[in-house]
């Protein structure tokens, strides 16, 4: 277990809609990040790496089949990490190196979320919607 350690800040966080995605997660704790802002998308966030007021994020140990499944709900191509609705890239978290999602299209028009934390209810936010 823990082959991979994923850093997660929307929907796959703990309470949110796609927090079923970690069911064989090793929860290993919290941390913030000041070089990255969220931005409301309407059914999810999306992370860009800017200067920010910072972003709390969740910190999971996954296996190979998690993470797997993640990178295919953050729409993340291995074969061009640029195209895909998601690319990857690995950040330092006070719980080793971690994978974390950034957007890849742009943000023009949706509200940045300086607080921090995106703050929808799991009911608002479905996977559905993201399809």
Not at 68 to 89: F, K, T
């Amino acid at each position: 277990m823990g082959a991979y350690r994923i850093a997660v800040y929307g929907t796959l966080k703990a309470g949110r809609s796609n927090h079923h995605y970690m069911a064989n997660a090793r929860y290993l704790g919290e941390d913030w990040f000041s070089d990255i802002v969220l931005y409301d998308l309407g059914p999810y966030p999306g992370a860009r790496r800017e200067p920010s007021n910072g972003i709390r994020v969740e910190v999971y140990a996954v296996d190979d089949a998690t993470f797997g499944e993640v990178d295919a709900l953050e729409g993340y191509r291995p074969e061009a990490p640029n195209d895909g609705l998601y690319h990857r890239r690995l950040v330092s978290t006070r719980h080793g190196m971690a994978w974390l999602y950034l957007y890849n299209h742009s943000v023009e028009g949706c509200p940045r979320l300086d607080a921090g934390d995106w703050g929808a209810t799991p009911e608002e936010h479905s996977v559905q919607e993201r399809s």
